[in-house]
């Protein structure tokens, strides 16, 4: 039985991993394509039906992704708050043998899948933040400082002049690491925090 109960706790923390990393995909690239296509107008009219398209994968990623997540982590939730508390009468026992009494192998094992599952999202959204910080300043450069021979698209009915495809790619390029960088942030410090805060508790244990 407790293994079964190891085997049921692993699966949800992975369907929850699992669930949160492609609505975190599919967030970033919806933000991403909107905003090139309706607030920088980055997109031609060519290319449009093609990022209609990938507007449509992010968005089903994110449609996908949320309730999967959302709905083990609310079992997750539910089994901590009626996980058993026990005790131990004995006067003589060691300050050992208490929190093996206190905490059954069960247990341990549940709560280092959990933290294993709270220090990998953490982990997710600080490598998320981390590598496009590092594409921010190269990307600013190409898009606005960089001379480059330049490639040209034809000039467009409602446009004064060639369009520049190495600015406006690099310019794309930096939206994505913006709206990458405002959603990993709060991931990472979200569950940053919540793993202080258990590991603190732990210790007061």
């Known amino acids: 039985m407790k293994q079964r109960n190891v085997v049921r706790t692993i699966y949800l923390y992975l369907v929850t991993v699992v669930g949160i990393v492609m609505a975190l995909t599919g967030l970033i690239g919806a933000i991403t394509s909107v905003l090139n296509m309706y607030v920088f107008r980055l997109i031609t009219s060519d290319s449009m039906q093609n990022e209609l398209a990938s507007l449509l994968t992010f968005a089903s990623s994110v449609i996908v992704g949320v309730p999967v997540w959302l709905y083990h982590w609310s079992i997750i939730q ?46 997710i959204g600080l490598f998320i933040v981390m590598f496009n910080l590092i594409n921010i300043a190269p990307d600013v450069y190409r898009a606005f400082f960089m001379s480059l021979s330049r490639m040209v ?26 709206v990458a960088i405002l959603v990993g942030t709060p991931v990472w410090l979200y569950h940053w925090h919540l793993g202080q805060h258990e590991h603190r508790d732990s210790l007061g244990d």
């Open 153 to 178: 698209t034809p000039v467009q009915p409602n446009t004064t002049g060639p369009v520049s495809v190495n600015n406006t790619y690099a310019i794309q390029s930096l939206i994505r690491n913006i």
């Open 78 to 123: 539910e089994t901590r708050q009626h996980v058993p508390t026990f005790v131990t009468t004995a006067p003589e026992a060691t300050s050992e043998s208490i929190a093996t009494t206190l905490t059954p192998q069960s247990e341990v094992r549940r709560d280092l899948i959990r933290r294993l599952y709270i220090y990998l999202l953490s982990a």
